[in-house]
T-cell receptor
Framework: DAGVIQSPRHEVTEMGQEVTLRCKPI?????LFWYRQTMMRGLELLIY????????DSGMPEDRFSAKMPNASFSTLKIQPSEPRDSAVYFC?????????????FGEGSWLTVV | GQQLNQSPQSMFIQEGEDVSMNCTSS?????WLWYKQDPGEGPVLLIA?????ELTSNGRLTAQFGITRKDSFLNISASIPSDVGIYFC???????????????FGTGTRLKVLA
């Protein structure tokens, strides 16, 4: 079975450029989460969706960050304009609400470097 | 953002030794998950716990859901070199009003096994 698919796996961009990270959740899952991982702050929840609707975006650091989920099989996390402090690994995860425990499954991450 | 207190932060052990790590929180959770993250990869689920007091095993791994629902423990028996990695706990926070949920992650335990 295909897991959570993220793209790009790696991206290096210059400060001020727009960055778009993409995620395809596991088919049939109805909850989607975006996390950011850094050495200093560990895994932080940025935003999560349930049935394509954003439920809690309190973890989104600034207005430069935005996330969308236009349909059940696709989500994007956009940073515009990007800054060096945005360098981190961004993980997308999905789960099936209503299943036992609502276990979440992670993608392999998008490794972002802003220079 | 919210995080769980996980300890120890890191540990070096000899191959064959048993390992214990734990997570504590001031919040009550109704699900605990334990993940392992290898370098360059996303977290992979090891064990899921759904009830207070529950003790669950997965091979050499055993995890327990604390009675108070504010803590959880992970034990690894007879460690081997491939156990090296970062172990994360995650607690599930549910919203009684919206029926949605999110997972908060621990700060991670970095395990290094000496052959």
């Amino acid at each position: 079975d295909a897991g959570v698919i993220q793209s790009p796996r790696h991206e290096v961009t210059e400060m001020g450029q727009e960055v778009t990270l993409r995620c395809k959740p596991i088919s049939g899952h109805n909850s989607l989460f975006w996390y950011r991982q850094t050495m200093m702050r560990g895994l932080e929840l940025l935003i999560y969706f349930n049935n394509n609707v954003p439920i809690d975006d309190s973890g989104m650091p600034e207005d430069r960050f935005s996330a969308k989920m236009p349909n059940a099989s696709f989500s994007t996390l956009k940073i515009q304009p990007s800054e060096p402090r945005d360098s981190a690994v961004y993980f997308c995860a999905s789960s099936l609400r209503g299943s036992s425990g609502n276990t979440i499954y992670f993608g392999e991450g998008s490794w972002l470097t802003v220079v | 953002g919210q995080q769980l207190n996980q300890s120890p932060q890191s540990m070096f052990i000899q191959e064959g030794e048993d390992v214990s790590m734990n997570c504590t929180s001031s919040s009550i959770f109704n699900t605990w998950l334990w993940y392992k993250q290898d370098p360059g990869e996303g977290p992979v689920l090891l064990i899921a716990l759904y009830k207070a007091g529950e003790l669950t095993s997965n091979g050499r791994l055993t995890a327990q859901f604390g009675i108070t629902r504010k803590d959880s423990f992970l034990n690894i028996s007879a460690s081997i070199p491939s156990d090296v990695g970062i172990y994360f706990c995650a607690g599930k926070l549910s919203s009684t009003t919206s029926g949605t949920y999110k997972y908060i992650f621990g700060t991670g335990t970095r395990l290094k096994v000496l052959a």
